[in-house]
């Protein structure tokens, strides 16, 4: 097989191909971008937002803490003697005892 020396000889890109390739290019361009995007989301969302409680909590009778959930305004501790106490986050004072059965 011979390559054609003259520029005239070598086949022409027909609109069709032309119209094509921009689109791949054009594809890849957006794809790339909603990858940065895409990680620049994750990277804001799992930035430094960690809840805040206080130092210590004191708990009533010697109860021992087993689990901890936090509101917007209020944390909860459920204890080894099966209560649920409910605290004010900004005073630490609690709030509301829920025994379980």
Same mark, same amino acid.
């Given at each position: 097989?011979? @390559?054609?020396?003259?520029? +005239?000889?070598?086949? +022409?890109?027909?609109?069709?191909?032309?119209?094509?390739?921009?689109? @791949?290019?054009?594809?890849? =361009?957006?794809?790339?971008?909603?990858?940065?995007?895409?990680?620049?989301?994750?990277?804001?969302?799992?930035?430094?937002?960690?809840?805040?409680?206080?130092? +210590?909590? $004191?708990?009533?009778?010697?109860?021992?803490? +087993? =689990? @901890?959930?936090?509101?917007?305004?209020?944390?909860?501790? @459920?204890?080894?003697?099966?209560?649920?106490?409910?605290?004010?986050?900004?005073?630490?004072?609690?709030?509301? $005892?829920?025994?379980?059965?």
């Amino acid at each position: 097989m011979t @390559v054609p020396s003259d520029p +005239q000889d070598q086949p +022409q890109e027909t609109p069709q191909l032309r119209l094509l390739r921009r689109m @791949v290019m054009l594809l890849t =361009a957006v794809m790339i971008g909603g990858v940065l995007v895409t990680f620049a989301l994750i990277v804001i969302r799992l930035s430094d937002r960690t809840p805040t409680l206080p130092d +210590q909590v $004191e708990l009533p009778d010697g109860a021992r803490a +087993q =689990a @901890v959930t936090i509101g917007s305004n209020w944390y909860a501790v @459920v204890t080894d003697d099966n209560r649920i106490l409910i605290f004010d986050k900004t005073t630490g004072n609690l709030r509301q $005892e829920i025994s379980l059965d």
